[in-house]
């Protein structure tokens, strides 16, 4: 008689009862990465429809962030890698069937771009600059020649990096809360708002502000639509897609989820932000930081809960 040998790794002691991989280290870095892609795209954008002179914090100064963002994130990234050496391995090939491998290949493309178009604009910040080689002077002005081709480059790669931040958790089938197609929108949406944000809280220009506040509130009612969408797909789901909805309806994470994520973090500032648009006067520091607290603070939810969710229970 032949044994049949099932091997399994649920009995793994960080599989079971809960997912144990993934920390803070991740949940920052898809915010860190969320917040460059919404940053640098919003920057693209208005360079290409030839709109810089207008908004000069979003084209030029609010960028520099990016860089640190990036670097910050890809930090995060390598510290919670268990194979720390062996990460160069990512670029041996291309799988377009695999998350990892598109978010590698995308952060190879998009840092770089970040710290080219910095270059651009140094002498924004700082009027005196001036590059002290020959080479770098011949880039400068290779750049600056094709500066719209490299904004269609930043902001193609941009909402790719955006989707990518969310894609990569719903590309996780084992994790009924990670596995819905909404995240790689609602992680857009999320991150393009914290790029308005950012621009918010850098703007010395009344005019500026205004338009960030309305770019901030249609991205708001966007996240919010999806959030609503997202759960009434999961409560006409399967069970295991109903149970993990329940963490946010009553379960372990509903406090955390409706009061940071959503009141603090998407219903007052929107609220701030239109009694700000109807002439009275709110500090722009409140609702930015509210929004940049409650993009943060969806990531690590998201990525807290997802691992508590399960196929077996």
């Not at 840092?111 to 651009?120: E, N, R």
């Not at 918010?200 to 960030?212: D, G, T, V």
């Not at 930015?288 to 993009?295: H, I, N, P, Q, R």
Request: proline share 4%; hydrophobic share 55%.
């Amino acid at each position: 008689m032949n044994e049949e040998v099932i091997v399994s790794g649920r009995m793994n002691q960080m599989v079971d009862p809960h997912l144990h991989i993934w920390h803070w280290q991740i949940s920052l870095y898809l915010f860190l990465g969320g917040m460059a892609a919404g940053i640098l795209a919003i920057a693209a954008v208005y360079y290409i429809r030839g709109r810089e002179n207008d908004y000069k914090t979003a084209v030029r100064l609010t960028p520099f962030l990016t860089p640190f963002l990036l670097v910050i994130g890809l930090l995060a990234l390598f510290i919670d890698l268990r194979h720390k050496l062996f990460f160069w391995q990512l670029y041996t090939n291309i799988k377009l069937q695999s998350p990892m491998s598109w978010g590698a290949w995308t952060l190879m493309v998009i840092t770089p771009v970040s710290f080219i178009w910095c270059a651009l604009h140094i002498r924004d910040i700082f009027p005196s600059w001036d590059w002290k080689f020959k080479w770098l002077w011949a880039l400068d002005e290779f750049f600056n020649k094709y500066k719209k081709a490299l904004a269609w480059v930043m902001l193609i790669y941009a909402i790719i990096l955006g989707i990518y931040t969310g894609i990569l958790l719903s590309a996780f089938n084992a994790r009924p809360l990670w596995n819905t197609s909404i995240l790689g929108p609602l992680f857009l949406a999320s991150g393009l708002s914290a790029g308005a944000a950012a621009t918010l809280l850098l703007s010395k220009n009344e005019a500026e502000r205004k338009q960030f506040a309305r770019i901030d509130l249609v991205m708001i009612g966007i996240e919010l639509f999806l959030i609503v969408h997202m759960f009434m797909g999961f409560l006409a789901s399967t069970q295991v897609q109903i149970e993990a909805a329940n963490l946010f309806l009553g379960g372990q994470y509903t406090m955390s989820f409706w009061i940071f994520v959503v009141a603090l973090g998407l219903v007052i500032p929107a609220i701030l932000e239109i009694m700000e648009l109807g002439r009275y006067h709110i500090p722009v520091l409140v609702p930015a930081v509210l929004v940049l607290f409650g993009s943060l603070m969806l990531r690590f939810i998201i990525v807290y809960a997802g691992q508590v969710s399960r196929w077996l229970y």
